[in-house]
């Protein structure tokens, strides 16, 4: 039963992100000044990672008979294994690819934002308004690989408890929202139309029930080192909202746009908070 969830909500959260993603970009959501921009969206993105991850995984972990200086201490460590391989640049992956989905360049940072296992294959060459069609496939291997890591992540979360695997498959879905559209941007200049460039994203984000099938199995074997994993998953979300997200919200804004985007962090997380409410009632 708890396989069947796992898969459900994998699918929902790496297929139905990218649907959801090419939804907002064909109502012209992403690009109008006066509607629902990425800027938005990232915003929720990161109220979603940081409530999952302070409000229940790492809530749940330590309701564990783990100790709490090694959570502490693993918590520590994924940040900084995170951070390495960011530094190492195994996997690009950057949200929005430093473009909106109008296709301009919006960054205001000097490098890719990263983040693993949640990482991307991408290199700087994608981002070019005229990228080679090798930088498509290039795009979508990184991404496949990010979609398994956060397959693995929500199975965690589900075996330890189905509401707590509920609330880690919303906010993944929430922060690959903007990053699949910035993956369909980029997409579509290699692809031979937009309906083939759907179809590709769709299936790399199929992958993340692949990596919920491997992360089920992976930590019924490991039971013991369950609250790890969640710890583990916890600085993952971590390092996401506070190194990937919220520097590319860090411009300079007047006061009625900075009020807009905590607005939005503060939605994000009451959006995890009421399908909390929900699954548990429901559970």
């Known amino acids: 039963m708890i396989l069947i969830a796992i898969i459900l909500a994998t699918l929902a959260a790496g297929i139905g992100s990218v649907w959801l993603a090419a939804l907002l970009m064909r109502a012209g ?9 990425p800027q938005h969206l990232l915003s929720l993105a990161a109220g979603a990672l940081l409530a999952t991850a302070f409000m ?28 390495l391989l960011d530094k190492a640049e195994l996997w690009h992956h950057g949200h929005e690819h430093n ?36 930088g498509g496939w290039s795009v979508l291997t990184g991404d496949s690989v990010h979609c398994f890591g956060d397959g693995v992540l929500i199975a965690s ?17 929430a922060h690959e929202v903007p ?28 992958v993340t029930a ?15 080192w369950l609250p790890y994993f969640l710890a583990v998953a916890s600085s993952s979300f971590v390092y996401v909202a506070l190194a990937d997200l919220i ?5 300079r804004l007047s006061a009625r746009e900075t009020a807009i985007q905590v607005v939005w ?8 908070m009421a399908v909390s409410r929900v699954a548990h009632h429901a559970h």
């Open 29 to 37: 959501l992403g690009g109008r000044p006066d509607g629902v921009g």
């Open 56 to 83: 229940h995984l790492l809530p749940e972990a330590f309701e564990s008979q783990a100790g709490a200086h090694d959570l502490f201490a693993t918590l520590l460590v994924g940040v900084v294994f995170f951070f």
């Open 99 to 134: 473009h909106t989905p109008d296709g301009h360049d919006h960054a205001h940072h000097g490098h890719d934002h990263g983040h693993a296992p949640h990482e991307h294959g991408a290199t700087p060459a994608v981002h070019a308004p005229h990228a080679p069609r090798v």
């Open 157 to 173: 979360a589900f075996v330890a408890d189905v509401r707590l695997g509920l609330i880690a498959a919303v906010s993944v879905l």
């Open 179 to 206: 990053h699949h559209m910035g993956d369909l941007v980029v997409l579509r200049q290699s692809s031979a139309s937009r309906r083939i460039a759907l179809v590709k994203v769709s299936l790399a984000g199929a």
């Open 210 to 224: 692949l990596g919920g099938v491997v992360g089920y199995f992976l930590v019924e074997r490991l039971h013991d």
């Open 247 to 251: 520097p590319q919200l860090q411009k």
């Open 265 to 272: 962090l503060l939605l994000g997380m009451a959006v995890v």
